[in-house]
């Protein structure tokens, strides 16, 4: 049977008895990690292993692993990265060294995933923040001018496919300009429709021919002042589908957050009627996760051709020295200049 359009959090470091029967039963595309998920390498492989073992196939699993501030992974176990800003401002003294540094950090991250069994990145981040902007993306972001912030995000997600990880671009169409945490509260922007193709929109589009994408809970009123982007069938068909022209499998980004309205499952209903593909809840509430799952129907036609098109996207990690290139990086992110050369 084929899977249901939704991927699905779990409630913590061990798939419960009622979680294995939901998810034998509802079958959900995907499984995406949060920290209270994760302990140990052991512990979150074992972990992956149960949620494929009782979904019935090696389906996608996922993790917000960015650096800095947003990074499921941490020490003890695995290393820190720096927030994408990092990157910025290193290509702002060497174009050419911050694309390396960008590369070198996602086939670095693509490793510590590859050894856990996880093989989606939700990176890289194409928001372009502005002055007065919610921090929520801050630092987060590569940069303030839209070809700087596309070139550090396709480096990112070219290192994330040389290891073997896919990418997921964020948040379409974009966050950087929003003046409210999407978590929290629903964002409205109300720059016209013209800057936003000359500014956040424009980050986007050299990067449409990525496998996967999230969509972001932000209303854009000069386009659609009615539902944000991940529930307006106008922003998914006129600007992320045609405009940025990204075809790629397009996820909501988590609807269990404040910024929707209605229902659970009348927020996953109206994200895959504006043209959604999967719809991606995250809190690991099993009442919520069922709800989901009665509203997401199987995957079929446009929707079931772009997930499996997505996984073909994946190949197996380039032949890599882990250790040597993490010395590389780290001096590259001290402020040295050695490049990534062959490792």
């Known amino acids: 049977m084929a899977a249901r359009a939704f991927i699905t959090g779990l409630a913590g470091l061990e798939l419960?008895?009622?979680?294995?029967?939901?998810?034998?039963?509802?079958?959900?595309?995907?499984?995406?990690?949060?920290?209270?998920?994760?302990?140990?390498?052991?512990?979150?492989?074992?972990?992956?292993?149960?949620?494929?073992?009782?979904?019935?196939?090696?389906?996608?699993?996922?993790?917000?692993?960015?650096?800095?501030?947003?990074?499921?992974?941490?020490?003890?176990?695995?290393?820190?990265?720096?927030?994408?800003?990092?990157?910025?401002?290193?290509y702002d003294r060497e174009p050419s060294m911050g694309l390396a540094a960008a590369t070198l950090a996602g086939h670095l991250i693509a490793a510590d995933l590859m050894a856990l069994g996880i093989g989606v990145d939700c990176l890289p981040i194409a928001d372009v923040p502005v002055a007065g902007g919610d921090p929520v993306i801050g630092d987060r972001a590569y940069g303030t001018e839209p070809?700087?912030?596309?070139?550090?995000?396709?480096?990112?997600?070219?290192?994330?496919?040389?290891?073997?990880?896919?990418?997921?671009?964020?948040h379409l169409p974009g966050h950087g300009r929003a003046t409210a945490?999407?978590?929290?509260?629903?964002?409205?922007?109300?720059?016209?429709?013209?800057?936003?193709?000359?500014?956040?929109?424009a980050a986007f589009k050299p990067l449409a021919g990525l496998p996967l994408g999230m969509t972001a809970h932000v209303v854009f009123s000069a386009i659609d002042a009615g539902a944000p982007a991940t529930t307006s069938v106008t922003m998914v068909e006129q600007v992320i589908r045609s405009f940025i022209g990204f075809q790629g499998l397009l996820m909501s980004d988590d609807v269990s957050m404040n910024a929707l309205s209605g229902t659970i499952a009348e927020r996953s209903a109206a994200a895959l009627a504006a043209g959604c593909d999967v719809v991606l809840h995250c809190n690991g509430k099993l009442d919520e996760m069922t709800a989901v799952a009665d509203a997401c129907p199987e995957l079929a036609g446009h929707a079931a051709r772009r997930a499996d098109a997505a996984l073909a996207a994946r190949s197996a990690p380039e032949e890599f020295d882990v250790e040597a290139a993490r010395n590389i990086f780290n001096r590259m992110i001290a402020g040295g200049t050695q490049q990534a050369g062959n490792a």
């Open 16 to 90: 419960a008895a009622n979680e294995r029967d939901f998810v034998r039963d509802a079958r959900p595309w995907g499984l995406i990690l949060f920290k209270r998920n994760i302990s140990t390498p052991d512990q979150v492989a074992e972990l992956v292993r149960s949620f494929r073992d009782a979904v019935g196939w090696e389906a996608p699993c996922l993790i917000d692993q960015e650096g800095g501030r947003v990074a499921r992974l941490g020490p003890p176990h695995w290393p820190v990265y720096p927030p994408g800003a990092r990157y910025g401002d290193l």
């Open 147 to 170: 070809g700087k912030v596309a070139a550090v995000a396709g480096a990112i997600a070219k290192g994330l496919m040389a290891g073997g990880v896919l990418p997921v671009l964020k």
């Open 181 to 201: 945490d999407s978590h929290h509260k629903l964002p409205a922007v109300d720059t016209d429709r013209a800057t936003l193709e000359r500014t956040d929109f």
